[in-house]
């Protein structure tokens, strides 16, 4: 097929059958994701450093730890080349996976989760800092006073039991010293640590703790111990917290008050922890708004001390981020001054120090980009890109914040329409619709440009991205609706989102496609066996057994089920009622499966098991696996090869002729294809 056009004059074609510039390469090359932003003063001249993490997935999908400076004129330096791998694995998903102190860099090296220190200009290579065993370590402090990191580490077994959490001291090694650094144990019996926070002149020690069967953000505690003279803590005092709020980002002020952001009011807002001992914490500003977001990573961060008076700030309101100041003195906050910034919807990762604010922010004509805003006069640079060349605004598809009816609530959502400047389509047709639950579930749909979605809407599909019951960004009370219900909640929005758009003629109600990864490929599986609107599906290491992947899960999720769903043996009958893999007779709309087989967070059997009862059902069935890969594909190879094979796939099942050469994809019980529309 061949189609010509001029910016002029687009070719009319059927939706799902554009020529786009987005080829799946080009997704790939864009993919390079950035993370945990972080600033720090080089203490031989006070000068700015900014370090930020970039995913490659062009290097295998490496992490690496780039540097920006005022000397180099915009340039990054990279401080850890390859082959080192900046990721962290506790809980699975890491987060907090590097540190830089006046010293030098301490940061987890993924093959061997080792811990590696290295002078800040890098020159002089890494020394080990830990042993070679089973620990891994996340989310550090500097503790200069004992020559110290105090880190979360997380110690497993060679019997395969549990892994046992603590917060623990890694001494640093003296100039020239390669061996690895004593470690202690600083606070251990509770299931789970995050967020250790040393106060500014280091006399007291902060930190999260959680125990099964909740989650962080269900209920955890705040904990607050001195720190002796030798380095042990004093008795410890849980000050927040509880079975019912969620506590997240502590922080200590320059003048040594603590923070800390709390959901107790039912929204997660800020809090100030009086100095004087039994005294309430203080909300600093109350707003049904989020300050904070599920720790499903380490070392988040939406809000940083300009001095003891001011805060800059991103809260977020009805899933959009906004940029402000916070006058700690009267509570009242103003939008940061700055035209440049004040587009970006999705902000995160915020740091300040000399001045200036360093965070990672994005919108839906831009790219998450690292961003450096001088706070006297609001002028922003932009340091890097996670996509380096932005397509064609021409062919970008700006989502619209829609919201619809579903279980009694409002549920909200993005829907992209078709755009491609070369093409518009044929008369009287609807573009086919593919429905994206996102994973988490507790997560959030994001508007900040994605390649990934814009490769379907500029080739003529529809996208609905579904923030549904459960979802981060909207309060405690609608992240709190899944509760039990996961299945049931999340599906029939996802569905009624789907049929929304179809009564509004806004897509083909016979063309419509769900697809998902994790949590999401669980949605999307549901939606496939317990309602009849899906025409197929897409599955990214979904879940398909719950009570496999209770037997299965690593440690931070092996009681996640007990809220999701409810807690064993009371729910026995509920998790027989919702597992896909139960249903296979209630499955009978084409499928495609794709498994990474290094998957620890959902094994590659949950797949395997689903293909093989769909292929004995003689449903259309297709399963890729991908070598090398874990939970989340990072290697340019494989983002190729799945966009590509979930595209030749809907084209043959819905009859599309491509206008590309794609790699064919071996489906099983595959019929005739429907005509072209």
């Excluded at 203490?43 to 730890?65: K, W």
């Excluded at 669980?522 to 897409?538: D, P, R």
């Amino acid at each position: 097929m061949a189609y010509f056009s001029s910016e002029d004059d687009p070719v009319r074609a059927p939706y799902g059958t554009w020529r786009s510039p987005l080829s799946a390469a080009v997704v790939a090359q864009g993919a390079t994701p950035l993370s945990q932003s972080r600033i720090a003063l080089d203490p031989a001249n006070g000068n700015v450093e900014i370090y930020c993490l970039q995913a490659r997935a062009s290097d295998g999908g490496r992490t690496t730890l780039l540097r920006w400076d005022d000397k180099q004129a915009g340039a990054a330096l990279e401080c850890t080349p390859a082959p080192f791998n900046v990721r962290s694995r506790v809980h699975e998903y890491g987060g907090g996976a590097y540190l830089v102190t006046d010293q030098g860099i301490a940061f987890s090296h993924f093959a061997d989760n080792r811990l590696y220190w290295m002078a800040r200009d890098s020159t002089a290579g890494a020394l080990t800092l830990t042993p070679a065993g089973k620990a891994r370590y996340a989310d550090f402090v500097h503790d200069s006073a004992h020559a110290r990191l105090i880190a979360v580490r997380e110690l497993h077994s060679e019997d395969g039991a549990q892994p046992v959490n603590t917060l623990c001291a890694i001494g640093l090694p003296p100039a020239g010293d390669g061996q690895p650094a004593p470690e202690t144990v600083l606070a251990q019996g509770h299931d789970f640590y995050a967020a250790p926070r040393l106060s500014p002149d280091g006399s007291q020690l902060a930190w999260l703790s959680w125990d099964h069967p909740r989650m962080p953000w269900e209920g955890c505690e705040l904990w607050l111990a001195a720190v002796r003279e030798d380095g042990s803590l004093g008795q410890a005092e849980c000050i927040a917290g509880g079975a019912a709020e969620s506590i997240c980002q502590p922080s200590w002020s320059p003048d040594g008050v603590l923070y800390f952001v709390s959901d107790r009011s039912g929204w997660w807002n800020l809090y100030r922890q009086p100095r004087s001992q039994g005294a309430a914490a203080v909300a600093v500003c109350p707003m049904s708004v989020e300050w904070g977001s599920p720790h499903w990573t380490f070392g988040q961060s939406r809000y940083a001390f300009n001095g003891a008076d001011e805060i800059i700030c991103a809260f977020i309101d009805m899933g959009v981020s906004h940029l402000a100041r916070l006058d700690l003195r009267s509570g009242a906050w103003t939008a940061l001054a700055s035209r440049q910034a004040a587009h970006y919807t999705d902000i995160q990762e915020i740091r300040v120090a000399a001045g200036c604010a360093v965070l990672l922010a994005g919108s839906p004509r831009t790219p998450l980009e690292l961003l450096r805003i001088e706070l006297a006069t609001g002028a922003v640079t932009v340091l890097a890109r996670a996509i380096a060349a932005p397509p064609d605004p021409a062919y970008l598809s700006i989502p619209e914040s829609i919201d619809y009816p579903s279980g009694g609530r409002r549920v909200h959502a993005f829907f992209y329409r078709p755009t491609n400047r070369d093409f518009v389509g044929n008369t009287r047709a609807l573009p086919p619709l593919i429905v994206i639950g996102h994973g988490g579930p507790t997560g959030m749909a994001s508007s900040t440009l994605s390649l990934a979605t814009q490769y379907w809407t500029s080739r003529g599909f529809a996208v609905l991205d579904v923030n549904y019951r459960g979802s981060s960004g909207f309060g405690r009370a609608y992240r709190h609706a899944l509760k039990g219900q996961w299945g049931i909640a999340d599906v029939e929005d996802c569905v009624n989102g789907a049929r929304f758009l179809t009564e509004h003629n806004m897509v083909d109600g016979h063309r419509l496609i769900i697809r998902g990864g994790s949590a999401g490929g669980f949605t999307t599986l549901c939606a496939l066996a317990f309602h009849k609107v899906f025409k197929a599906g897409a599955i990214y290491y979904g879940v398909s057994d719950l009570q496999a992947i209770d037997a299965d899960s690593h440690k931070f999720e092996s009681h996640y089920n007990s809220y999701l769903i409810g807690p064993k043996p009371q729910a026995e009958a509920l998790y027989l009622q919702r597992s896909p893999i139960h249903h296979a007779g209630e499955l009978s709309e084409p499928m495609i499966f794709f498994q990474g087989l290094d998957d620890k967070v959902v094994p590659p059997a949950q797949s395997e098991v689903m293909v093989k009862a769909l292929q004995a059902r003689g449903v259309p069935v297709a399963y890729l696996t991908f070598a090398g890969e874990g939970h989340g594909f990072r290697q340019a190879p494989t983002i190729i090869r799945t966009l590509e094979a979930e595209l030749y796939f809907y084209a043959r099942i819905f009859g599309l002729q491509l206008p590309e050469q794609i790699e064919a994809v071996e489906i099983a019980n595959l019929p005739e294809p429907q005509a072209e529309q």
